[in-house]
Each structure stands twice: as structure tokens, then as C-alpha cells.
Nanobody, 119 residues
Framework: QVQLVESGGGLVQPGGSLRLSCAASRSIGSIDNMAWHRQAPGKQRELVATITRGGTVNYADAVKGRFTISRDNAKNTASLQMNSLKPEDTAVYYC?????WGFGRYDYWGQGTQVTVSS
């Protein structure tokens, strides 16, 4: 079974930066959409950012202007550059690739990587 593998999480001070990366464990063909989600302790998982194959991006209001999602279509990888990090950004971050067709959708998920913002 294909899984996504995230890397780049860790502990950072407020105001610092981290870059998360995501790749599939094996070839999965072209992917229409890539996304990052996060889940903080005691809270529901929330969508952070998405990017289409054509490069259209969307961000949650809480991260606009601070986070940047990008992708490499040739390598089928996604990245999330996180700047000006705040303690409230502390969460497990999950990578998500998905295809959609009509009313259908197929998702791939990573296991998550911990991001902790603390002084």
C-alpha cells in the first residue's frame, strides 16, 4: 500500500521557520491535488493549504502570508514552507495527495510529522 512520507518537523522558537516535505513511498502516477493538514491536541484536523497540479493555491486564514505550499510535478513531491511560526501552529502536520473525478475522490495520507513552536 502506498503511503506518503513527511519530513522536516521539529521544535522551533516562535518567529522561526521550518520546511516540511512529502513524497510517496513508491510511484503513484500524476496527482491532481496536494494538501497539508494539521491537528493540534484536543482539536479536529484542519486543512492548512492546497495546491493543484496547475499551481493554484489556497490557504487557511490562520496561515496566509506566513506559509507557502509548493510542489514538484516531475517528482510528485510537496513542500510546506512555514515562516513566522507561532505557538498556535503547534500540531501534527499531515500530507495528503488526492484525485477527484465526478463525485469520487481517492486519498493518500502520510503518518504525520510533529511541529512544536515553543520558547
Amino acid at each position: 500500500q502506498v503511503q506518503l512520507v513527511e519530513s522536516g518537523g521539529g521544535l522551533v522558537q516562535p518567529g522561526g521557520s521550518l520546511r516540511l516535505s512529502c513524497a510517496a513511498s513508491r510511484s503513484i502516477g500524476s496527482i491532481d491535488n496536494m494538501a497539508w493538514h494539521r491537528q493540534a491536541p484536543g482539536k479536529q484536523r484542519e486543512l492548512v493549504a492546497t495546491i493543484t497540479r496547475g499551481g493554484t493555491v489556497n490557504y487557511a486564514d490562520a496561515v496566509k502570508g506566513r506559509f507557502t505550499i509548493s510542489r514538484d510535478n516531475a517528482k510528485n513531491t510537496a513542500s510546506l514552507q512555514m515562516n513566522s511560526l507561532k505557538p498556535e501552529d503547534t500540531a501534527v502536520y499531515y500530507c495528503n495527495f488526492y484525485r477527484t473525478w465526478g463525485f469520487g475522490r481517492y486519498d493518500y495520507w502520510g503518518q504525520g510529522t510533529q511541529v512544536t513552536v515553543s520558547s
